[in-house]
């Protein structure tokens, strides 16, 4: 249950948190704030609207809490949207290790992006000191469903033929077509029941590309690597996978050994206005 605290002789009865309290679980009682913790889901909405700060929650960090500051979210809409034009995807990388500092603002990232009735059960695997290890497993366990003659694709494309160009590449020529020989990897699993762990995963993983390419990182998305995990349980031991989570995606991280000189085109967007 949540555990949502109002400070009593410091809340004015405003009802800004009635009004903006998504699960409708706060009422004025007696021109004071009450929340029914069994309606509450901690998005913390009440917290961050209230303009006497009467609010607390004790499960979590207050010193994580910031006062907003209007000019810092000005953020430009024409250089945010030159910023994603510009936007490749890496894969060559400099030998160069990631700062801590620098990965935990990417983590970050992650952790504050937002998730469906604020579950939160998005959880980040970093892969740095068994890269080789997985790489190897990965690649092995696409060889040899490429070579299964009772694979079965389930009606997505055939990666065969890839699979095992990237197996003999990575074994007669050293050649990582798999994590391009990125010094580090980030998986998002989730153990979330309720239908949203793919789309509360993907909305993490690009915030966390978006802190990436702010820091001068450059990200790559790895769907090969989640092939391989529903293939071979092993790589599931191997990232330290609990039982009832799903694997969501994966990303390479590094910082870029390449510079390109312009954008690129795209396919009109199909929209319908209605």
Known sequence: ?????????????????????SRKAIELVNNKADVNLALCNECAHCLAICPENSFSMPQYDKNEIVEVDEN????????FLYF????????????QDIEKDTLNQIIEAGRYAPTA???????FIVIKDKINEV???????????????NFDTKGGPDYRNSWIQMYNNYKE??????????PEIIVIVSEDKAGFAEVNGGIAASRMELQANSLGLGVCYIGFLGRAVQFND??????????????????????????????????????RFI
């Open 117 to 123: 009735s604020n579950r939160q059960l998005n959880r």
């Open 72 to 79: 810092r979210l000005n953020l430009d809409p024409e250089d």
């Open 173 to 182: 020529k050293n050649i990582d077509s798999l994590f391009f020989n990125a």
């Open 1 to 21: 249950m949540a555990n949502v605290i109002v400070n009593k002789e410091t809340c004015v009865g405003c009802g800004l948190c009635v009004k903006d309290c």
């Open 84 to 95: 994603q034009k510009c936007r490749r995807s890496i894969r060559q990388f400099k030998k």
């Open 234 to 271: 092993k790589i599931k031991e191997l990232l330290g996978m609990k039982d009832d989570e799903e694997f969501i995606l994966s990303f390479v991280l590094g910082y870029p050994n390449v510079k390109y000189k312009r954008s690129v085109t795209r396919a009109i967007s199909d929209v």
């Open 135 to 149: 790489r190897d497993l990965a690649i092995k366990t696409l060889y040899d469903a490429a070579n299964d003659p």
